[in-house]
């Protein structure tokens, strides 16, 4: 029931990187909004839901806050098992850091799910849920 979030961070080209790896892993899309900014998302044609990332401070944070002083948590909807396992191996390699290995989570019921901390430290999930999580 997203439609839209978003966060501040310090890098613009290094949360480029490791968005555009987890969303290529998730048949997300990130797109162009700006100098200091980009959306993720389904697609040009279907932008909402979205999550707005960026350097540009808005104007609506309370004084004192900055890019990871509050840590955000994101959860993304993944089709399988596979995906999720495929997000974790994508976020690693563009320099995330893994804070929930790929796995079913006990007392979440039909549930897997992959945790990793973006550069910036904010928790970032892939979750499927129900239906075949065996594959």
Same mark, same amino acid.
């Given at each position: 029931?997203?439609?839209?979030?978003?966060?501040?961070?310090?890098?613009?080209?290094?949360?480029?990187?490791?968005? @555009?790896?987890?969303?290529?892993?998730? $048949?997300?899309?990130?797109?162009?909004?700006?100098?200091?900014?980009?959306?993720?998302?389904?697609?040009?044609?279907?932008?909402?839901?979205?999550?707005?990332?960026?350097?540009?401070?808005?104007?609506?944070?309370?004084?004192?806050?900055?890019?990871?002083?509050?840590?955000?948590?994101?959860?993304?909807?993944?089709?399988?098992?596979?995906?999720? @396992?495929?997000?974790?191996?994508?976020?690693?390699?563009?320099?995330?850091?893994?804070?929930?290995?790929?796995?079913?989570?006990?007392?979440?019921?039909?549930?897997?799910?992959?945790?990793?901390?973006?550069?910036?430290?904010?928790?970032? $999930?892939?979750?499927?849920?129900?239906?075949?999580?065996?594959?």
């Amino acid at each position: 029931m997203l439609d839209h979030t978003g966060f501040v961070v310090t890098d613009l080209k290094r949360a480029r990187a490791f968005y @555009d790896a987890i969303a290529a892993a998730l $048949e997300l899309q990130t797109i162009d909004n700006g100098d200091g900014a980009f959306l993720l998302g389904k697609s040009v044609q279907q932008p909402i839901p979205y999550l707005w990332i960026g350097t540009t401070r808005p104007s609506y944070w309370a004084q004192g806050s900055r890019a990871g002083l509050n840590q955000t948590h994101i959860a993304f909807q993944a089709e399988s098992k596979a995906m999720v @396992d495929e997000f974790h191996r994508a976020a690693m390699a563009a320099g995330g850091k893994d804070h929930g290995k790929p796995g079913p989570r006990q007392g979440a019921g039909d549930y897997y799910g992959a945790f990793v901390l973006d550069p910036d430290g904010n928790n970032i $999930e892939a979750c499927a849920r129900g239906g075949d999580l065996s594959r």
